[in-house]
């Protein structure tokens, strides 16, 4: 009996429902992406809709196999691989590089650009995605802390909340501490990455200039949260500063332990996780896997059959030979400037 895989529907909202999910991204994954989507973005996702949830599932007959759960950001042009689930922990691993082609054809038949995932250096199903043709371009390493009871100091000095004012100055910040590499293929997008600093973020300024700022993501009833940190090249101890403050914050609403993911390039945060008292948790490969969309060759069969003239220009016309790119031709010369190389039909 062959495997089929194929976008979810809803004659296997019962089938999701039974299956044990896993994030791809460790124990963060459930803080940085919304794992658990509601019922009416669940509803469309099957429905096909609308919806920002994909799912692709793979069954064998009428027997289901497994599950690959994916979020699509749209303004982004990307999909983002949220966790992969089955019957059981286990069960789905056979049947996953079949799910993550599936998804490739699928995000570029709706016009994604890539695919990204968090995955770990320990995680079994690392080499699956890299069989998929999953690619890393950057590191992570997860810096954890347990909370004790104590009562919460004083804000330091220079520490104020974040403004609207600070978002231009954290934007150029982030900008220059990212490669151009890793911006161009990043998992998230700058503003998505400054989010939490808005929300309850506090600022490291000493003389007008912004040497640290901190935030952190809602956290869920397991009472943990989510850092994110910025930090200027020469400003490690005002690093160390907004993470002690942000840690003193948050064990006065009742949290008992923080996560702070860190890049590789960014030795600055690396530093001040580790003064901080942080201890690394986990590393994990940030991946990234591009969509490409199929020309049929009749396409072009037919050029080469009949060539497209196209408009003069500046006394010269453009004549389109069967290649990627169009050859240059004077008006009236007869011969091409360059002799063409031959195209197989077949």
């Known amino acids: 009996m062959t495997r089929s895989t194929r976008t979810a529907t809803l004659l296997d909202a019962y089938a999701l429902h039974r299956a044990r999910f896993s994030p791809v991204g460790g124990p963060l994954g459930a803080l940085e992406s919304p794992c658990a989507p509601s019922a009416l973005s669940m509803l469309l996702g099957l429905t096909g809709l609308g919806g920002n949830h994909r799912i692709v599932v793979s069954r064998r007959g009428r027997r289901f196999e497994g599950a690959l759960h994916l979020l699509a950001h749209g303004y982004a042009r990307r999909w983002e691989v949220l966790q992969t689930g089955g019957p059981t922990e286990d069960e789905h691993a056979d049947c996953?590089?079949?799910?993550?082609?599936?998804?490739?054809?699928?995000?570029?038949?709706?016009?994604?650009?890539?695919?990204?995932?968090?995955?770990?250096?320990?995680d079994a199903r690392l080499a699956h995605f890299e069989d998929a043709g999953f690619r890393p371009y950057t590191q992570e390493t997860v810096f954890g802390q347990e909370l004790a009871s104590e009562e919460p100091g004083d804000v330091g000095f220079g520490i104020r909340p974040f403004c609207k004012r600070d978002k231009w100055t954290l934007l150029r910040l982030y900008n220059a501490m990212t490669p151009q590499n890793v911006g161009n293929m990043e998992l998230m997008t700058a503003h998505d990455f400054l989010r939490p600093f808005a929300r309850d973020g506090i600022v490291m300024e000493v003389g007008g200039e912004v040497l640290a700022a901190g935030g952190y993501l809602p956290h869920h009833p397991e009472h943990t949260a989510l850092l994110r940190l910025l930090v200027r090249v020469d400003a490690v101890a005002a690093g160390e500063a907004v993470v002690?403050?942000?840690?003193?914050?948050?064990?006065?609403r009742g949290v008992q332990r923080v996560l702070l993911p860190v890049r590789d390039y960014s030795a600055d945060c690396l530093a001040t996780a580790r003064l901080a008292g942080m201890a690394p948790v986990m590393t994990r490969a940030v991946m990234v896997k591009h969509t490409a969309a199929l020309v049929r060759p009749p396409v072009f069969a037919r050029l080469r059959e009949n060539p497209a003239?196209?408009?003069?220009?500046?006394?010269?016309?453009?004549?389109?030979?069967?290649?990627?790119?169009?050859?240059?031709?004077?008006?009236?010369?007869?011969?091409?400037?360059?002799?063409e190389a031959p195209v197989s039909v077949a």
């Open 96 to 122: 996953l590089p079949d799910l993550l082609q599936a998804a490739t054809v699928a995000a570029a038949a709706a016009g994604m650009e890539k695919i990204v995932a968090r995955i770990g250096h320990d």
């Open 309 to 339: 003239t196209l408009p003069a220009v500046n006394g010269t016309r453009l004549v389109h030979n069967g290649a990627h790119a169009p050859q240059c031709r004077l008006r009236n010369e007869t011969r091409p400037r360059r002799r």
């Open 244 to 252: 002690l403050e942000l840690t003193r914050r948050l064990n006065a």
